[in-house]
């Protein structure tokens, strides 16, 4: 699959942040899928968040593949946006965080999204 787009979509802003919290702290993101993959192997994608209004671009490349914490067949993906979308998950996502959960929850949430 080297070079060709995945595109991953979210009905809901909840969905994202909880996936993007849990591919923060275990430092990949986790894409359940049938096909085999290799090591190495570099994917590029189109992240959609209707809630967000905004198509995100990354890029990755595979550092395992086979099975995640509950058994899921698929591939663990180290990823970095690019820099229009970094800019806005550090700057829009806080907005839509402290907009959604209020300022505790805000205040701990947008921490997370710092530098990524």
Do not use: P, Q
């Not at 096909?35 to 959609?48: L, M, N, T």
């Not at 907009?99 to 921490?111: E, I, Q």
């Amino acid at each position: 699959m080297e070079n060709d787009t995945v595109k991953i979509e979210y009905k809901k802003f909840s969905s994202f942040l909880k996936d993007y919290i849990k591919s923060l702290s275990r430092g990949y993101l986790f894409l359940i899928s049938d096909e085999e993959h290799s090591v190495g192997e570099k994917f590029a994608f189109s992240i959609e968040v209707s809630a967000l209004g905004k198509s995100l671009s990354a890029e990755g490349t595979v550092i395992f593949a086979g099975e995640n914490e509950v058994g899921e067949k698929g591939i663990g993906l180290e990823f970095s946006f690019d820099e229009k979308s970094k800019c806005f998950v550090s700057e829009k996502m806080k907005e839509t965080v402290f907009y959604k959960y209020g300022n505790v929850w805000g205040t701990r949430l947008s921490a997370l999204f710092g530098d990524k």
